[in-house]
DNA sequence: ACGTATAGGGTACGGTTGTACCAACTAATC
DNA sequence: GATTAGTTGGTACAACCGTACCCTATACGT
């Protein structure tokens, strides 16, 4: 293993400490210190691999959200179909295990951090909902064209919808107000209204 | 004014500009002098009028739910027609207004935070959705009753995805990802699906 | 082989936080 | 009118934050 190599891992590690922290115990308890100790590694450490805390949160959540490109293209590998493609994408937005709830909480939290914080709201991770939108609503289109949802509903609006749901829904589990299963339920039948099998 | 009323108006005064704090430069930004100075007192009449910063942070949430309440009761006056009253309340769940903003944005902040902070969870704060569902479901079977919606439709799961569909929608809206004017219009599109005039 | 960049640890500093303490003033009560 | 409770202010303190600095050891390039 190079130097270098060694050092990306490094870096790695850390950031994923961060997101550990984050995802237990919240936005709040994200400090360089806490960081350090859940990495098992020194203050100063930290401090070598990310000059500043703005660079390895940024760091840290370009990992998480190529994580969650990489969770979604395993998901949808084999198929293409429009049904099963969003069924997949449904199935990411709702926290259900542990590492999707850490996501979703740690997204949340810095969209939540993001509004007041121009910052943060400039960097691109926020952009990930408006190619979602544009992905979901061409796949509805594929599927008018196939013959397989109604030819009077317009593939866009319909995207948005399904989007704000399955995100309501998954805020709604996040916060313990309701259980995965019954979300995916509601979402499954949702899906089911728009494409039938 | 007696004593112990000017003593609660210095109270709500408090709390209102702790909303203020949070409303305008996010709940980081809500510390025991931002407030105080924002209320245009000294930090120790703040530790007068609440001992500590939970408490605080408490009364200002009841009051904020409060306010929540009685903005929707005023708009609910006058009607009991189902269609009105659901558009009532899928309007103040798009964040239009700076006040309507500084309600979602306050809320939205605390309900992550109490995601890992139990203490905050533990408060009754969270209850409103799953009230806020029951309401809507049972107007949605009262206009099944009436005969303006379809009668193989579950009044349940319909409330459930309509109001998660509202709290996505208005989620987007607090980031910037849309404006308040298209989340409406797709709302009133969904509510007329449902109920048609 | 040797100088040097990199990895690593410990500690210090300035700033901010919530909270506590001490003093002065006001107004109601006896 | 004296006293007492309530109101306001200023300041202090311990804890925590991000960051900076100083000191080794290890491993690489020449």
Redo the contacts with the bound molecule.
């Keep these: 293993m190079s ?1 270098a190599d ?2 990306e891992s ?1 870096r790695n590690d850390i950031a994923e400490a961060l997101l550990r922290v984050m995802g237990t115990r919240g936005l709040h ?6 960081v350090a100790a859940e990495a098992g ?9 990310f ?4 660079q ?1 949160t940024l760091f840290a959540l370009r990992r998480l959200a190529e994580q969650m490109a990489e969770r979604l293209k395993a998901k949808l590998a084999g198929t293409h179909r429009p049904r099963e493609v969003l069924e997949a994408i449904l199935t990411e937005s709702i926290p259900a295990d542990e590492r999707s709830r850490t996501f979703h909480l740690a997204y949340t939290s810095y969209a939540v951090l993001a509004v007041t914080d121009e910052a943060l709201a400039a960097h691109p991770f926020l952009a990930a909902p408006d190619a979602m939108e544009s992905f979901v609503a061409g796949r509805l289109a594929q599927a008018q064209d196939d013959g397989d949802m109604a030819a009077d509903l317009d593939p866009r609006t319909e995207a948005i919808v399904l989007l704000a749901t399955a995100a309501g829904l998954g805020i709604a589990v996040l916060a313990g107000q309701r259980d995965a299963e019954s979300a995916l339920a509601v979402l499954r039948g949702r899906l089911a209204r728009l494409i039938p099998a």
Aim: charge should be positive.
């Design positions: 130097r060694n050092r490094r308890a994200v400090t360089m210190r806490a590694v020194s203050l100063h450490l930290v401090q070598h691999y000059d500043t805390k703005e390895l």
